[in-house]
């Protein structure tokens, strides 16, 4: 209906001018009563853009609120809340006002939501388990409890299991690193999966890890020897360069050497420009390039933008330095 989709669009306007009225984290008490109301709404879309609002504001005073919403919206989920929108945002707004009573994670985290597609039916909940997931690690609950639950996520869908790996990193300790390492050795039928058990044992105990995930450099499968280096090159970890710059230096297939210098744009070590800008100077021209590119993102590039520009005017590479 004309009138019905009007209205719901001023809903929506009304909550965009709240959203532009108050800075985020200054819990503006005007905007309490609003939201309130649009957390009742039976629109699942409007209830998610208020819970993000909520999120936002800092309006812990929201959190009954929220709470009562997602109990709404796990009645006929399908029918009140498709997508899983409101249930998304009502456990990303619960977490970030901090609240840690771990049950409606508990609750989230095992739901599964399949909804009809051409040809059979989805689960639309993946978004919501691993948010649930990435909740549960800041709860007041004890350890065996939330490692458990993210072990069990570790046999789920893709983007579950990639946010079941980052919460386990962010649970620190001899169990979780060895489960990781664990996890890395078994593999994953996504390369990802295994790139983000690196990104976690890197992040967690650094110095043990450089050589543990140097390994991988040398895995049979292509895109783990590519998740490998991302990871290494990524890391804190000064060794980590090193085991890189050794890498580009052996017998590494051309894909590799191509992967190693693209990720070290990203690298936080000035060592890693260093080796990049001693590529532009000295490497093929195809490395040299792929070099030039890489330091033209990376953190340094002001500090040696005369220098690469100089190598590639010497060498006749063209490259873009902006």
């Not at 019905?4 to 905007?31: D, M, N, V």
């Not at 090159?233 to 060794?239: D, N, Q, V, Y």
């Not at 744009?265 to 490497?283: K, M, Q």
Request: hydrophobic share 45%.
């Amino acid at each position: 209906m004309p009138g019905g989709k009007q209205a719901f669009e001023r809903k929506l306007e009304g909550l965009a001018s709240l959203r532009a009225a108050h800075a985020p984290g200054t819990a503006p008490e005007a905007a309490l009563d609003p939201l309130r109301k649009a957390l009742k709404d039976r629109s699942s879309y409007l209830v998610s853009k208020a819970a993000a609002l909520a999120g936002d504001l800092g309006l812990t005073a929201l959190v009954p609120d929220l709470l009562h919403a997602f109990d709404h919206f796990m009645l006929e989920p399908v029918k009140t809340d498709p997508q899983c929108w409101a249930k998304n945002a009502i456990v990303k707004a619960l977490k970030d006002l901090n609240y840690d009573d771990p049950a409606v994670f508990l609750r989230g985290i095992e739901h599964v939501q399949m909804e009809a597609v051409m040809g059979g039916s989805v689960d639309t909940a993946l978004t919501l388990r691993g948010a649930c997931a990435l909740a549960l690690v800041a709860c007041t609950l004890d350890r065996k409890t939330i490692l458990t639950r993210l072990i069990d996520l570790l046999v789920d869908e893709l983007p579950v299991r990639l946010d079941a790996i980052t919460a386990l990193g962010q649970v620190p300790g001899l169990d979780t690193a060895l489960l990781l390492r664990l996890k890395a050795l078994l593999g994953d039928k996504e390369a990802e999966v295994t790139g983000r058990c690196f990104d976690a044992l890197l992040a967690m105990t650094p110095g043990e890890s450089v050589g543990f995930v140097a390994r991988f450099l040398e895995a049979k499968d292509p895109d783990v020897r590519v998740e490998a280096a991302g990871a290494l090159a990524s890391s804190r970890e000064p060794k980590a360069v090193d085991v890189l710059k050794q890498c580009f230096a052996g017998p590494a297939d051309a894909i590799l050497k191509t992967a190693i210098l693209q990720s070290l744009a990203g690298s936080p070590h000035l060592s890693a420009a260093e080796f990049l800008l001693s590529v532009v100077e000295e490497g093929s021209s195809e490395h040299a390039a792929i070099a030039g590119e890489s330091l033209a993102k990376s953190r340094f590039r002001e500090e040696f933008r005369e220098r690469v520009g100089a190598a590639a005017r010497r060498r006749g590479i063209g490259l873009l330095l902006s």
